[in-house]
């Protein structure tokens, strides 16, 4: 399967590196502003965006050919304003989408994203009946449009050069949206976080906000062609929230977001060439021998995102229960010097089988128990001799801390709450866990130094490390 | 307050080196009147608490003097100059829960926020701001948190970052929603602590206040709000059970009315 994975990628040529390097630098450029999208929890207003500037793209179009046609511009300039006009058309409807729908929640009293989907659907759908009505005068594809042809956009090279037109639209892109980042940093960052007092202190977050509406139109514009604007939605918002759960400084997220929008593109391609040959011939579909890149593109951004799901070190599922799991592990470790402790006070130290099979543990609890006793003889906190379990130096310290904890603790329930001697134990046994040794100083005191528990039981002085 | 309709008043005439001046300030939401024609001027060198049930109109009081709350009349002064000129003189401290606090940004950048209209547009926050910021956040204990994200601080840590934030704002008035609330017994030391040495300094702050039972040991001067101004002064005179009574007692069920008229007006 490994060869075979190689003999698909053998026939790379420069024109697969052009549709992965034009992938990169369309989905980098979308992470950028994606990126404050995603914080402002405004990632609906992309995925809005991406549809209704459809409706600009094509006003542009129809505007500059209706110029060339009145012979107001010559011919030879007619490519470049018609690009101007597709820019400038997408980015009016970018802005009059956000003001609509501003003013469909203020004035028809909706939720922001009810208001954002009467505004997304209406200006959609009047984009895709304007593609339909001048389908006789001008060349839009429309499945191009939706899906994005990563593959033909790189075969529109400028001049002699080799370098793809929509690789050179897109790194332009990129590199307006890395400057406007660097520039107003500070700005974006004050704006989504507290935009109350970016407006006391006169920083104009209506304005940054507008600046980033305005990057985030053009930018799914000139990612229009290679990714299309169905797909266009990934590469905006799922990197960004990856890298939300990657990093918990923004110029880390605005990193990784970026360095995820580069490995999407690479991989995405990658895949895009191998997956499907040698995962559909083997379903029986010998038939489905490629998959588009931008499709690829998003799966494995979306791949990336469930990994990060689970393996985030700090906001990681897995990371979670793994955090937990270790939380457990201690206190059953303690649980167990406790007990020792305890039974050496009065009796005979306690054997394996005993601490083991202590009847008020359950199966799970037993099992971790043993594995506790492993651990803590190879850290030297407690040792076995004939069949009983002592405490060293070491663990008696540590079993002394948690007593002491237990007991102090006891003394002050038993003080400020009327319960029920019986009733003590219980919140002791699970508060324990958590005092150290200047919150037990703190209790002592506030108890004036007892010597005993409400049972009567003697509370250990504090172990000296 | 005079009790006798009848009886003609002049317009308050207000002194021009009061911090905050309000002259008939009536503010609505989506056209219902929340507040109204409250005239106001905060005395200097006081620590002010606003008083009043919920949805007396207290936060918006103060959201509608800066600004962020469109006024249907009046005029607000912060030191005898509009709120546009004086925007250094005035440090505001919002809810704690007005803000995202899963954002990906450590205690020491959000006090550093504070400073950002003195570090200027498209400037960096440079080493020399960090430090204004750290010596804000030991000022509140808070040093050793100064690296942590902010959703990793208690409830109290949280508010001693926005009142560092306002502090590094080096302001000469404070206007505070609410910062006594949810926090624990350390940070409500280390606010009062705060509000006295800021009073030493010659500074003014008002404060909404919940806890009654405080108002008379933490403030100098209360004023009490339930939808318009009831009374405001010093705390010895201003704060009687005969005040609290009319602040507490109820709306005034007329201007609750007619408040509600102007919101859904009856279709002919």
Same mark, same amino acid.
């Given at each position: 399967?490994?060869?075979?994975?190689?003999?698909?990628?053998?026939?790379?040529?420069?024109?697969?590196?052009? @549709?992965?390097?034009?992938?990169?630098?369309?989905?980098?450029?979308?992470?950028?502003?994606?990126?404050?999208?995603? /914080?402002?929890?405004?990632?609906?207003?992309?995925?809005? $965006?991406?549809?209704?500037?459809?409706?600009?793209?094509?006003?542009?179009?129809?505007?500059?050919?209706?110029?060339?046609?009145?012979?107001?511009?010559?011919?030879?300039?007619?490519?470049?304003?018609?690009?101007?006009?597709?820019?400038?058309?997408?980015?009016?409807?970018?802005?009059?989408?956000?003001? =609509?729908?501003?003013?469909?929640?203020?004035?028809?009293?909706?939720?922001?994203?009810?208001?954002?989907?009467?505004?997304?659907?209406?200006?959609?759908?009047?984009?895709?009946?304007?593609?339909?009505?001048?389908? &006789?005068?001008?060349?839009?594809?429309?499945?191009?449009?939706?899906?994005?042809?990563?593959?033909?956009?790189? =075969?529109?090279?400028?001049?002699?050069?080799?370098?793809?037109?929509?690789?050179?639209?897109?790194?332009?892109?990129?590199?307006?949206?890395?400057?406007?980042?660097?520039?107003?940093?500070?700005?974006?960052?004050?704006?989504?976080?507290?935009?109350?007092?970016?407006?006391?202190?006169?920083?104009?977050?209506?304005?940054?906000?507008?600046?980033?509406?305005?990057?985030?139109?053009?930018?799914?514009?000139?990612?229009?062609?290679?990714?299309?604007? @169905? =797909?266009?939605?990934?590469?905006? @918002?799922?990197?960004?929230?990856?890298?939300?759960?990657?990093?918990?400084?923004?110029?880390?997220?605005?990193?990784?977001?970026?360095?995820?929008?580069?490995?999407?593109?690479?991989?995405?391609? @990658?895949?895009?060439?191998?997956? #499907?040959?040698? /995962?559909?011939?083997?379903?029986?579909?010998?038939?489905? &021998?490629?998959?588009?890149?931008?499709?690829?593109?998003?799966?494995?951004?979306?791949?990336?995102?469930?990994?990060?799901?689970?393996?985030?070190?700090?906001?990681?599922?897995?990371?979670?229960?793994?955090?937990?799991?270790?939380?457990?592990?201690?206190?059953?470790?303690? &649980?167990?010097?406790?007990?020792?402790?305890?039974?050496?006070?009065?009796?005979? #130290?306690?054997?394996?089988?005993?601490?083991?099979?202590?009847?008020?543990?359950?199966?799970?609890?037993?099992?971790?128990?043993?594995?506790?006793?492993?651990?803590?003889?190879?850290?030297?906190?407690?040792?076995?001799?004939?069949?009983?379990?002592? $405490?060293?130096?070491?663990?008696?310290?540590?079993?002394?801390?948690?007593?002491?904890?237990?007991?102090?603790?006891?003394?002050?329930?038993?003080?400020? $709450?009327?319960?029920?001697?019986?009733?003590?134990?219980?919140?002791?046994?699970?508060?324990?866990?958590?005092?150290?040794?200047? =919150?037990?100083?703190?209790?002592?005191?506030?108890?004036?130094?007892?010597?005993?528990? #409400?049972?009567?039981?003697?509370?250990?002085?504090?172990?000296?490390? | 307050?005079?009790?006798?309709?009848?009886?003609?008043?002049?317009?308050?005439?207000?002194?021009?080196?009061?911090?905050?001046?309000?002259?008939?300030?009536?503010?609505?939401?989506?056209?219902?009147?929340?507040?109204?024609?409250?005239?106001?001027?905060?005395?200097?060198?006081?620590?002010?608490?606003?008083?009043?049930?919920?949805?007396?109109?207290?936060?918006?009081?103060?959201?509608?003097?800066?600004?962020?709350?469109?006024?249907?009349?009046?005029?607000?002064?912060?030191?005898?100059?509009?709120?546009?000129?004086?925007?250094?003189?005035?440090?505001?401290?919002?809810?704690?829960?007005?803000?995202?606090?899963?954002?990906?940004?450590?205690?020491?950048?959000?006090?550093?926020?504070?400073?950002?209209? *003195?570090?200027?547009?498209?400037?960096?926050?440079?080493?020399?701001?960090?430090?204004?910021?750290?010596?804000?956040?030991?000022?509140?204990?808070?040093?050793?948190?100064?690296?942590?994200?902010?959703?990793?601080?208690?409830?109290?840590?949280?508010?001693?970052?926005?009142?560092?934030?306002?502090?590094?704002?080096?302001?000469?008035?404070?206007?505070?929603?609410?910062?006594?609330?949810?926090?624990?017994?350390?940070?409500?030391?280390?606010?009062?602590?705060?509000?006295?040495?800021?009073?030493?300094?010659?500074?003014?702050?008002?404060?909404?206040?919940?806890?009654?039972?405080?108002?008379?040991?933490?403030?100098?001067?209360?004023?009490?709000?339930?939808?318009?101004?009831?009374?405001?002064?010093?705390?010895?005179?201003?704060?009687?059970?005969?005040?609290?009574?009319?602040?507490?007692?109820?709306?005034?069920?007329?201007?609750? *009315?007619?408040?509600?008229?102007?919101?859904?007006?009856?279709?002919?």
């Amino acid at each position: 399967m490994v060869a075979e994975f190689w003999t698909y990628l053998s026939d790379w040529s420069s024109f697969d590196t052009w @549709i992965v390097v034009t992938a990169a630098l369309s989905a980098m450029a979308c992470a950028l502003p994606g990126c404050f999208l995603v /914080l402002r929890r405004q990632s609906l207003l992309g995925d809005v $965006l991406s549809h209704t500037v459809l409706l600009g793209i094509v006003l542009g179009f129809l505007g500059s050919h209706a110029l060339l046609v009145g012979g107001w511009i010559l011919p030879s300039s007619y490519p470049a304003i018609q690009k101007a006009a597709i820019f400038a058309g997408a980015i009016i409807i970018g802005m009059i989408t956000a003001v =609509l729908a501003d003013a469909v929640k203020r004035i028809g009293r909706t939720e922001s994203s009810a208001a954002l989907g009467v505004v997304y659907t209406t200006l959609f759908a009047a984009g895709l009946l304007l593609i339909r009505l001048a389908a &006789d005068h001008i060349h839009i594809d429309a499945d191009c449009v939706l899906f994005g042809m990563e593959e033909t956009a790189v =075969l529109d090279t400028v001049g002699t050069t080799g370098i793809p037109r929509s690789a050179i639209v897109n790194g332009g892109m990129l590199l307006v949206n890395g400057l406007l980042v660097l520039l107003f940093f500070k700005e974006l960052r004050l704006s989504s976080f507290d935009p109350q007092l970016a407006d006391t202190l006169g920083l104009r977050p209506g304005v940054i906000n507008m600046v980033l509406l305005i990057a985030t139109s053009a930018t799914l514009v000139a990612a229009f062609e290679s990714v299309g604007n @169905i =797909l266009v939605i990934a590469m905006l @918002i799922v990197p960004p929230a990856t890298a939300f759960l990657l990093s918990d400084r923004l110029p880390f997220m605005v990193l990784w977001s970026l360095f995820l929008a580069g490995f999407c593109a690479i991989f995405g391609h @990658i895949f895009a060439l191998t997956v #499907p040959p040698i /995962l559909f011939s083997r379903m029986g579909w010998p038939e489905v &021998d490629g998959a588009r890149t931008a499709g690829m593109m998003a799966s494995v951004a979306g791949i990336c995102f469930f990994g990060a799901l689970l393996f985030s070190p700090r906001k990681g599922v897995l990371s979670k229960l793994f955090y937990h799991w270790q939380l457990q592990l201690r206190f059953i470790a303690e &649980d167990v010097l406790g007990t020792i402790y305890r039974s050496q006070e009065t009796r005979e #130290p306690p054997s394996k089988q005993a601490l083991v099979f202590d009847p008020s543990l359950r199966w799970k609890q037993r099992l971790l128990t043993m594995w506790a006793l492993v651990r803590m003889k190879q850290l030297g906190l407690v040792v076995q001799q004939q069949g009983e379990v002592l $405490l060293t130096a070491k663990g008696t310290s540590l079993a002394e801390a948690i007593v002491r904890s237990h007991r102090l603790w006891e003394s002050y329930m038993a003080r400020h $709450l009327q319960l029920p001697d019986v009733h003590l134990h219980a919140t002791a046994e699970w508060v324990e866990h958590y005092l150290d040794p200047a =919150l037990r100083e703190a209790l002592e005191s506030e108890l004036d130094r007892p010597q005993s528990d #409400p049972q009567g039981k003697q509370i250990p002085a504090e172990p000296v490390e | 307050m005079s009790t006798d309709a009848a009886t003609s008043r002049t317009p308050p005439e207000h002194p021009v080196t009061s911090p905050l001046t309000i002259d008939d300030m009536t503010v609505a939401y989506d056209r219902k009147p929340v507040l109204w024609n409250v005239d106001y001027d905060a005395p200097v060198g006081k620590l002010v608490a606003i008083v009043g049930p919920n949805g007396a109109g207290k936060s918006t009081l103060i959201r509608a003097v800066l600004d962020l709350v469109p006024r249907v009349s009046g005029v607000v002064q912060f030191f005898g100059q509009p709120y546009r000129q004086q925007r250094n003189r005035v440090a505001y401290v919002p809810q704690r829960g007005s803000v995202d606090w899963d954002f990906p940004v450590s205690a020491l950048d959000v006090v550093a926020m504070g400073l950002y209209r *003195q570090i200027g547009w498209c400037r960096p926050v440079t080493k020399k701001f960090k430090e204004l910021a750290m010596q804000a956040l030991d000022r509140l204990g808070m040093a050793a948190f100064a690296r942590r994200q902010i959703s990793q601080l208690s409830g109290g840590q949280q508010q001693r970052v926005f009142l560092a934030r306002a502090l590094v704002q080096e302001a000469d008035l404070y206007l505070m929603d609410e910062p006594f609330t949810g926090v624990d017994a350390a940070t409500e030391r280390a606010i009062v602590d705060l509000l006295r040495e800021l009073q030493t300094q010659g500074k003014t702050a008002l404060v909404v206040h919940h806890d009654l039972q405080t108002v008379t040991e933490y403030f100098d001067d209360v004023l009490l709000l339930n939808l318009h101004l009831i009374a405001a002064g010093p705390t010895e005179d201003v704060f009687t059970v005969e005040n609290l009574r009319k602040t507490y007692g109820g709306k005034l069920a007329l201007l609750d *009315q007619v408040g509600q008229r102007i919101a859904v007006p009856e279709t002919r």
